[in-house]
């Protein structure tokens, strides 16, 4: 069988059908609450029994959604699959749901989140079903909106499930490029089946809380049967660093004096832009202290 995200968009492969079959499947539905309880743990959050506003991203039915309302969290779940979002309705899950492209920016206003989990979801951003999709400028919209809208020192752990190494580097280096700082936790990394990845995500200045765990089995331990019966179709991805790129420092290129900019200023009257009149000002250069 082919991957999910090679055989329709989102939308389309989680129709009415689809939608009910996956939160039927009792299997499917304890190896996703067991991933996202595993998220859960890797977010870190506070343990003093204060409520926390998170986000479930690509939340489909409500199967991951579950894990924080049973650690008593509220949540907001984005979906873009309307008929796994009316079977999260049936189930009557307790977050909040809304219909949405998770590539199109999150939409909330800055700093309001606490965390934020997704799981089994990102890895679609890399598919372009549509002629104007870029799987690139899609990532860097959802990773962006996901920075600004966390409270600083906020996490985001993402599972998914990359289809190769380049997909786990795109992914990797659009999360870094909007400020994110942290690093993969593999779990099982020695079982082909249990193995599964962990992009956790801190925002804001690096702190002492802002450390990684092991991934299970990382020493040798053994999993169990249950931990065995999942999908085998992730990838070990390597550690990284914050780094937010630098602004762009400005280039004092050689030749560019007056006779270049009114040259340019020429041009673009040619090509009929208004453009200011040439004065004695005009390319003048300013004093050290403006
Ligand atoms: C494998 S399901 C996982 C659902 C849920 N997180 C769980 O653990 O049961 C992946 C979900 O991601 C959603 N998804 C895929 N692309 C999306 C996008 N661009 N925006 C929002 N949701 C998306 C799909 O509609 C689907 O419900």
Excluded at 37 to 45: D, H, K, Q, S, T
Excluded at 95 to 100: E, I, P, Q, R
Excluded at 117 to 132: F, R, T
Excluded at 223 to 234: H, I, L, V
Aim: hydrophobic residues 35%; glycine residues 10%; charged residues 30%.
């Amino acid at each position: 069988m082919p991957r999910p995200e090679l055989q329709a968009p989102p939308e389309i492969f989680y129709n009415d059908t689809e939608a009910r079959k996956y939160t039927t499947s009792s299997r499917i539905v304890e190896i996703q609450a067991r991933i996202s309880e595993r998220a859960l743990e890797l977010l870190n959050l506070p343990d003093d029994g204060v409520p926390r506003l998170l986000l479930d991203i690509g939340c489909g039915s409500g199967l991951s959604g579950e894990a924080m309302t049973e650690n008593g969290h509220h949540w907001i779940g984005y979906d873009i699959s309307q008929s796994m979002l009316n079977v999260a309705v049936e189930r009557e899950v307790d977050g909040d749901l809304l219909l949405a492209d998770m590539g199109q920016g999150l939409g909330l206003r800055p700093g309001v989140i606490d965390g934020a989990i997704s799981i089994s979801a990102v890895q679609w951003l890399c598919y372009a079903d549509k002629s104007s999709h870029e799987p690139r400028m899609r990532l860097k919209a959802f990773f962006g909106s996901l920075y600004r809208c966390l409270a600083r020192g906020a996490r985001a752990v993402l599972q998914l499930y990359a289809e190769n190494m380049d997909q786990s580097t795109m992914i990797l280096t659009c999360a870094m490029r909007a400020g994110f700082g942290g690093g993969v936790v593999v779990d099982w990394p020695h079982s082909s089946k249990a193995k599964k990845a962990y992009i956790v995500l801190t925002c804001g200045p690096p702190s002492a809380q802002a450390w990684l765990p092991k991934g299970k089995g990382e020493d040798g331990e053994m999993c169990t049967d249950s931990d065995e019966d999942s999908d085998d179709e992730n990838e070990t991805v390597g550690m990284y660093d914050r780094s937010r790129p630098r602004k762009k420092m400005k280039v004092n290129k050689k030749g560019r004096g007056r006779a270049w900019v009114l040259k340019k200023k020429e041009q673009m009257r040619k090509k009929g832009n208004v453009v200011p009149p040439d004065t004695k000002y005009t390319a003048r250069k300013r004093k050290a202290r403006f």
